[in-house]
């Protein structure tokens, strides 16, 4: 079936054929796993569920339609029939017209998109507070706090049980402020106290653990 690969490495978009079967999806766009994305009616990207991390090469459509997205590593466009199936891609879609649509992004440019898709969705969602509004870099954003958050948890419990022996009468909060200096006000503290599972109050006696 005829289909088109878009190869940000290269920086070419050309005709391949495809065989319709997902090892061959893998092995045109060189990945474990594969994720699509829509780009039209019955038209449909694949590309690498974990490009967003481990793809360095990127690009974007580059048209007053088009959804902003960062695309990350190599895709391969495809239509669908009308069962969902894999067909000859549309003859509408050419090299020539993806090639006039598409821009290859350096890492700053990349970087620099992420940013402003990051900043359309939070606007969004500041607009819009009863609806979730989600992309890769709101993921990757709220990823990242995750990550700090459980590392700092981890740190409080480890802590906590060190020392609950000698914290008769010790204010929670201010010992969190004391003893981690990346916490710098009294309701992150309460928040990561609950997080860590420690029992919520302000003072404990000895001998008290979470």
């Not at 580059?62 to 990350?72: E, I, K, Q, R, S």
Request: proline share 4%.
């Amino acid at each position: 079936m005829r289909a088109i690969l878009v190869d940000p490495y290269t920086r070419t978009i050309k005709e391949v054929d495809y065989s319709g079967d997902g090892s061959h999806i893998c092995e045109l766009v060189q990945c474990g796993l594969f994720t699509t994305h829509s780009i039209g009616a019955n038209i449909t990207c694949w590309l690498d569920d974990s490009g967003n991390w481990t793809q360095r090469a990127w690009f974007k459509f580059d048209h007053p339609n088009a959804t902003p997205v960062l695309y990350c590593g190599r895709m391969l466009v495809t239509s669908d029939g009308p069962s969902g199936e894999s067909v000859d891609l549309d003859p509408m879609v050419t090299t020539a017209n993806l090639a006039a649509s598409i821009k290859w992004l350096g890492m700053a440019a990349a970087l620099a998109f992420a940013e402003e898709i990051d900043e359309r969705t939070k606007q969004i969602a500041r607009e819009n507070p009863h609806v979730i509004f989600t992309d890769d870099g709101l993921a990757d954003r709220i990823g990242a706090v995750v990550d700090v958050l459980e590392h700092e948890t981890d740190q409080i419990i480890e802590a906590y049980h060190d020392a609950v022996g000698d914290m008769d009468g010790v204010n929670l909060t201010e010992w969190v402020l004391d003893t981690f200096p990346r916490v710098t006000n009294a309701d992150e503290a309460r928040f990561l106290l609950r997080t860590a599972g420690i029992p919520d109050k302000d003072f404990i006696t000895t001998g008290e653990s979470a």
